[in-house]
């Protein structure tokens, strides 16, 4: 069967990452964003979007089906959206978007990159749209959600100084964490490789199945990604 997998949020700091593991997963990888990846192979398909409140046009010459996973790691921050309504858009609106496009299509596997701190309750807005989107993309019933809630990602934030010098203090006591601490940092490309893992799970469940695995929504924290994720000896 030739998997096809599709992306937003390709360019930023996990989504980097995630293209180029996924190309070596899948057979097609159709990308979706403002840019071109950095990383580019010949499985991959581009389409440039120069605003999401156009994705539905674009959308609609893309070829998504059934047998297409879907991923997003579109995100942003409310200094670099500008307002807190411009957050949200890109945060929630956006994303729930692509997923109801996706899900237009047949598509039966989703793969969402949130936040350990996404609280519907949370006083923050960061949180709350966190998990505003979690819990409207959980109301479209895929056949199979996984959520993944990372702390702190390691990696250069463009626009980011505070989480820049949690980093670089992070960096100073790291060899005195356990990786079993909740709260322990994880980089960007750990995260990427925890939600290919997943994909990649799920499809060798499938592959030998007349029907899809009942419906699951499924977590992962960040405590599991790194368990995941940790390099062997």
Partial sequence: ????AIVIGATGLVGQYLVKQLSEL??????????????INASMRFYQVN???????????????????AFSCLGTTKKQAGS????????HDYNVN???LCQDKGVENFFLLSSMNADIDSRFLYNRVKAETEQSIISLDFAHLVVLR????????KGRPLESIGQKAFKLI?????????????????????????AHAIYERNKYRAEPTLKK??????????????VKN
């Fill in 217 to 230: 929504i499924e977590i992962i924290e960040n405590k599991q990604m790194l368990a995941m994720t940790r």
């Fill in 26 to 39: 899948y057979d097609t990888l159709i990308v979706i964003a403002r840019r071109p990846p950095r990383y």
């Fill in 150 to 157: 990372p702390s702190l990602l390691l990696g250069k934030h």
């Fill in 1 to 4: 069967m030739q998997r096809k």
């Fill in 174 to 198: 790291s060899p005195l964490l356990s990786e079993s601490l909740p709260l322990h940092p994880i980089s960007a490309k750990r995260v990427a490789s925890a939600m290919a893992m997943s």
């Fill in 84 to 91: 807190d309504e411009a957050f949200r858009k890109v945060d």
């Fill in 51 to 69: 605003d999401f409140d156009n994705l539905t046009e674009v959308f609609a010459s893309v070829g998504v089906d059934r047998k297409t996973d």
């Fill in 98 to 100: 692509f997923a109801k």
